[in-house]
């Protein structure tokens, strides 16, 4: 059983910056691909990056070269730090573990990016 809690979330102006944090409980945190989702209000979630367990990334078009997805194995911790925040980034962030069928999901972190 893995939990997941997200922190860092907030409001943020246009061309900001916010760094949002998961942290988990739990063994084996290495093995789990991690990812970071988002869902804006009447929209479905997306899939916003992803790392595996060894480290390689992917991003959805619309972040590449404005976020980054990191994990720190020690601290059983995934990052995701957010560059040159747009409004249209305005949404919930969730945070995402998997392992083979294991799936788990964290409550979510509102960020907001408004002037």
């Known amino acids: 059983q893995v939990q997941l809690v997200e922190s860092g979330g907030g409001l943020v102006q246009p061309g900001g910056s916010l760094r949002l944090s998961c942290a988990a409980s739990g063994a084996m945190f290495g093995i789990y691909a991690m990812a970071w989702y988002r869902q804006a209000p009447g929209k479905q979630r997306e899939l916003v990056a992803q790392?595996?367990?060894?480290?390689?990334?992917a991003y959805v078009d619309s972040v590449k070269g404005r976020f980054t997805i990191s994990r720190d194995n020690a601290k059983n911790t995934v990052y995701l730090q957010m560059n040159s925040l747009k409004p249209e980034d305005t949404a919930v962030y969730y945070c995402?573990?998997?392992?083979?069928?294991?799936?788990?999901w964290g409550q979510g972190t509102q960020v907001t990016v408004s002037s």
């Open positions: 995402n573990a998997k392992q083979l069928s294991r799936i788990y």
């Open positions: 790392i595996t367990s060894g480290g390689s990334t």
